[in-house]
């Protein structure tokens, strides 16, 4: 396929330059905003190309922000505590399931796989979260419902243990007299080591983006994460739109500051994601294949 | 030991022996495999047992399982509202809008970016399609918000003034968001579906190319007769599982993008966004709860005829 077909070509780079561009765009315009001056912004809206730039929103935020950084505090813990238990909670039971010889291996594994077909849905989860457990305004809201352990992880860390990790090291190992604690800490943990990374950088990126469960059990907005706290910011600011006679709109983060929390939040995102890109792309087609 | 069992016909007693042998042999299994399970009950099973409060009165003091049984009275109480049939019809309709243009574009683009010829800048397309999958409804939002908000959002500051065209009241304008949503969904979602198409294509056999380029096929004749044939079994297996999941909608996307506007309900009310909006906003359980229910029972049942189809087309991709 070496430059034989030309026009393929140009059409291909053509749409493709046009995609990035539909891609990229709206988030320069969201980091532009950021850094334009508030005024500016008043009188001619967000833009591309604005009159004034101005930091004052991030120096607003590093200075005198101390609600957003708490916020940002606490997804990166929500993160780190939450994708740790879900790669330990998943790894463990994909092990067991990983043995072929292991009595009501086929019951186990469809009292996983059950969990994909059918859910009993918000209210009955809402009501024993909160009536049972009383999660409400604890930091457990955000870590323990939905996302600790998800059926699919299970099932793809069992596929690669089975496929990739030879049978005959374990028999080595248990002749060796090793327990299966320490075959599954010196032998899954190193070998399975691609999977966990994958399954890890999915579940990280599903708690760091996640505020389904802090709207659902968070009414304290001192326990925000940062999701939780851009969500609060756009719809009160609506509210404050809605009713503008009253002229507290001092005390909100001005239109500049909402944009730049917005940047913030994505920014160890896009950090990152260049490092990470490989493992999205294959877990995707991972998952495809199962679901 | 299997060759005992068949040969030595064991006593009843001698057997469970055995098993607890069996079993024994593998407790440190069981036990790593304990907090997962007791997450799954927790988390999955009790509130499926919880699904009954459909059928009930709830309240607080009795909780789910006191409270007064009411029979079918939380649907009839549904069905009869006309939310019902606008958030069946939304769900259903825009998932199909859903399916249909995000495959054809994850197809295109898939397509068009393996037919890149330098590896370098395949990857970098490959790389930028896939962006969008890592933000988060709350900030796709924002970037929406940027676009539409009427105090300074640039298709109404920069935009349509530069076409001579009046402002529009996008939050509060039912007829746009149908069009508005399918494009956030698109733009969110296309390169998740090429990168699965991508997979699909890098797996099809060159010696297919050379024969048709042998036998004069140009490169349109080539993508029409190869490309996408080889691709016709993750289609259908992609098409299916979405539609098991037709009756599922993202919450966010609904209820987050259009900044839960009441003006916009008629047409972004989803399943999902009814039983949220009846639960925490009006505090209504039963009709939260039967709304719930119904998602559950319809989704249930599609998932798994969907999956009885899949595993017809291609075990492989089957989810049981």
């Known amino acids: 396929m070496k430059n034989r077909y030309p026009v393929t070509q140009l059409i291909a780079y053509i749409f493709l330059i046009l995609m990035t561009v539909c891609i990229l765009s709206p988030l320069v315009l969201l980091f532009i905003s950021s850094i334009t001056d508030e005024s500016t912004l008043i009188v001619n809206g967000y833009s591309f190309m604005p009159d004034k730039l101005s930091l004052e929103a991030y120096s607003y935020i590093f200075t005198k922000g101390e609600s957003i950084l708490r916020s940002y505090r606490t997804t990166i813990l929500v993160t780190i505590i939450g994708t740790a238990g879900n790669l330990l909670l998943s790894?463990?039971?994909?092990?067991?399931?990983?043995?072929?010889?292991?009595?009501?291996?086929?019951?186990?594994?469809?009292?996983?796989?059950?969990?994909?077909?059918?859910?009993?849905?918000?209210?009955?989860?809402?009501?024993?979260?909160?009536?049972?457990?009383?999660?409400?305004?604890?930091?457990?809201?955000?870590?323990?419902?939905?996302?600790?352990?998800?059926?699919?992880?299970?099932?793809?860390?069992?596929?690669?243990?089975?496929?990739?990790?030879?049978?005959?090291?374990?028999?080595?190992?248990?002749?060796?007299?090793?327990?299966?604690?320490?075959?599954?800490?010196?032998?899954?943990?190193?070998?399975?080591k691609p999977i966990l990374v994958t399954m890890g950088v999915f579940t990280g990126l599903a708690y760091w983006n996640d505020w389904t469960n802090g709207l659902y059990y968070i009414t304290d907005t001192r326990k925000f994460g940062i999701q939780n706290y851009l969500n609060k910011l756009i719809t009160d600011a609506q509210f404050l739109m809605q009713n503008a006679t009253m002229s507290s709109s001092q005390l909100m983060p001005s239109m500049s500051i909402k944009m730049a929390i917005a940047f913030i939040a994505i920014i160890p995102i896009l950090i990152v994601y260049p490092f990470l890109q490989k493992y999205f792309q294959s877990g995707i087609s991972l998952g495809a294949v199962k679901g | 030991m299997t060759k005992s069992e068949i040969t030595v016909p064991a006593t009843s007693g001698n057997r469970l022996l055995r098993q607890w042998r069996r079993v024994k042999k593998w407790w440190p299994v069981y036990l790593m495999m304990l907090p997962g399970a007791a997450y799954l009950i927790i988390n999955n099973y009790i509130p499926m047992t919880g699904i009954v409060v459909a059928f009930k009165k709830y309240n607080v003091q009795d909780g789910i399982w006191g409270s007064r049984w009411v029979g079918l009275q939380n649907f009839e109480y549904l069905f009869t509202s006309k939310d019902?049939?606008?958030?069946?019809?939304?769900?259903?309709?825009?998932?199909?809008?859903?399916?249909?243009?995000?495959?054809?574009?994850?197809?295109?683009?898939?397509?068009?970016?393996?037919?890149?010829?330098?590896?370098?800048?395949?990857?970098?397309?490959?790389?930028?399609?896939?962006?969008?999958?890592?933000?988060?409804?709350?900030?796709?939002?924002?970037?929406?918000?940027?676009?539409?908000?009427?105090?300074?959002?640039?298709?109404?500051?920069?935009?349509l003034p530069a076409l001579g065209l009046d402002e529009v009241d996008w939050y509060n304008s039912p007829r746009y968001w149908p069009f508005i949503l399918v494009i956030v969904n698109a733009w969110k979602g296309v390169g998740y579906g090429?990168?699965?198409?991508?997979?699909?294509?890098?797996?099809?056999?060159?010696?297919?190319?050379?024969?048709?380029?042998?036998?004069?096929?140009?490169?349109?004749?080539?993508?029409?007769?190869?490309?996408?044939?080889?691709?016709?079994?993750?289609?259908?297996?992609?098409?299916?599982?979405?539609?098991?999941?037709?009756?599922?909608?993202?919450?966010?996307?609904?209820?987050?993008?259009?900044?839960?506007?009441?003006?916009?309900?008629?047409?972004?009310?989803?399943?999902?966004?009814?039983?949220y909006r009846m639960l925490i906003t009006v505090g209504n359980i039963g009709m939260s709860s039967a709304s719930g229910f119904y998602q559950s029972i319809v989704g249930f049942i599609l998932v798994f005829m969907s999956n009885m189809l899949v595993r017809k087309i291609s075990a492989d991709n089957a989810l049981f």
């Open chain 2, 194 to 275: 090429s990168m699965i198409y991508i997979a699909g294509i890098t797996g099809i056999d060159k010696g297919l190319y050379e024969a048709a380029e042998l036998d004069g096929a140009g490169k349109i004749r080539q993508i029409l007769n190869v490309t996408l044939p080889s691709l016709v079994p993750s289609i259908i297996t992609l098409c299916m599982l979405s539609i098991g999941r037709i009756f599922y909608s993202d919450f966010g996307l609904f209820y987050q993008v259009p900044m839960n506007s009441g003006t916009l309900y008629s047409v972004t009310n989803v399943i999902d966004t009814q039983v």
């Open chain 2, 84 to 159: 019902a049939w606008i958030m069946t019809r939304n769900t259903l309709l825009y998932n199909l809008a859903f399916l249909v243009i995000n495959n054809v574009l994850g197809i295109l683009t898939a397509i068009l970016i393996t037919e890149v010829n330098r590896k370098r800048f395949r990857h970098f397309f490959q790389s930028m399609v896939l962006v969008p999958f890592v933000l988060s409804i709350v900030i796709i939002s924002y970037i929406v918000f940027a676009f539409l908000s009427a105090d300074g959002g640039i298709l109404n500051h920069t935009i």
């Open chain 1, 91 to 192: 790894s463990m039971f994909a092990f067991g399931l990983s043995q072929p010889n292991l009595p009501g291996r086929k019951f186990l594994s469809f009292f996983v796989f059950f969990t994909m077909l059918f859910n009993g849905g918000l209210v009955p989860s809402y009501l024993m979260w909160t009536g049972t457990f009383h999660i409400k305004n604890t930091i457990w809201a955000l870590i323990l419902p939905n996302f600790l352990m998800s059926a699919m992880n299970v099932i793809l860390m069992r596929t690669y243990f089975m496929t990739s990790i030879p049978g005959a090291l374990y028999e080595s190992a248990e002749i060796d007299g090793a327990s299966q604690f320490t075959i599954f800490r010196k032998i899954v943990i190193p070998l399975g």
